[in-house]
């Protein structure tokens, strides 16, 4: 079973900038593609972007693309979105995918990821 914690989020005024990480344990998390998605006050989770487990092939929802950048480090099996040009609209709970096998790894590619999560992070962008 994988687990991961996020963090890097807070507080930032538009046009600016964060990273988030999403540090996982477990020996599977650096085989299986992975992502990242966001759930504002109200709204469903989304997805935000996703990584295939090489960092060879990104993905991302067309409100990020652009701005975001989806990266990964698996000698420390961790994950990163560096955001910027941050919007008021970006402010969410953002929450890092912990896929545990193929199946769930592709529903992360897909947006469609059902599995394990961790407790998220808060990113909140003033206007």
């Known amino acids: 079973q994988v687990q991961v914690v996020e963090s890097g989020g807070g507080l930032v005024q538009a046009g600016g900038s964060l990273r988030l990480s999403c540090a996982a344990s477990?020996?599977?998390?650096?085989?299986?593609?992975t992502g990242w998605f966001r759930q504002a006050p109200g709204k469903e989770r989304e997805f935000v972007a996703a990584?295939?487990?090489?960092?060879?092939?990104?993905y991302y929802a067309d409100s990020v693309k652009g701005r975001f950048t989806i990266s990964r480090d698996n000698a420390k099996n961790t994950v990163y979105l560096q955001m910027n040009s941050l919007k008021p609209e970006d402010t969410a709970v953002y929450y890092c995918?912990?896929?545990?096998?193929?199946?769930?790894?592709?529903?992360?590619?897909?947006?469609?990821?059902?599995?394990?999560w961790g407790r998220g992070t808060q990113v909140t962008v003033s206007s």
């Open positions: 477990g020996r599977t998390f650096s085989r299986y593609a």
């Open positions: 995918a912990a896929p545990d096998g193929p199946s769930r790894s592709m529903e992360v590619v897909h947006g469609t990821y059902d599995g394990d």
């Open positions: 990584i295939s487990w090489s960092g060879g092939s990104t």
